[in-house]
């Protein structure tokens, strides 16, 4: 059974996120899709206990991919060109990495994010 949240808890997260501008939140949610992209397309540092391509899970890379892409379109105009920039080209990255590590890959403009940002290679 969970317990109720803590008041004071909940009135600090809340504030927290009130003083961040909506540039730092999307910001940051699209930099949480772009490192679950990536470690889902086996792009993880290798460590003693497992290697970053045992952690590969193309389908949900794919999702991830494609949701990324999703914010990433919308929120540009409102990114400014120097935030905005920086995501499409981790963006593309992680599309470039899908590819690289599909067996059999997609055809131009078919593959995770392609229809919002057209075709990559």
Avoid: W
Wanted: charged letters at 25%; proline letters at 6%; a negative charge.
């Amino acid at each position: 059974m969970t317990s109720a949240p803590d008041p004071d808890e909940l009135a600090t997260a809340t504030r927290d996120i009130a003083e961040l501008s909506a540039v730092q939140l999307i910001s940051t949610a699209a930099v949480h899709l772009l490192t679950a992209a990536a470690v889902k397309c086996g792009l993880a540092a290798d460590t003693d206990e497992v290697r970053g391509e045992d952690l590969a899970d193309l389908d949900e890379a794919r999702k991830l991919i494609t949701a990324l892409a999703g914010l990433v379109t919308a929120a540009a105009p409102d990114l400014g060109n120097e935030h905005a920039r920086s995501l499409r080209d981790g963006l593309r990255s992680v599309q470039l990495a899908f590819r690289e590590a599909s067996a059999y890959p997609d055809a131009p403009g078919d593959g995770p994010g392609e229809r919002l940002t057209g075709p990559v290679s």
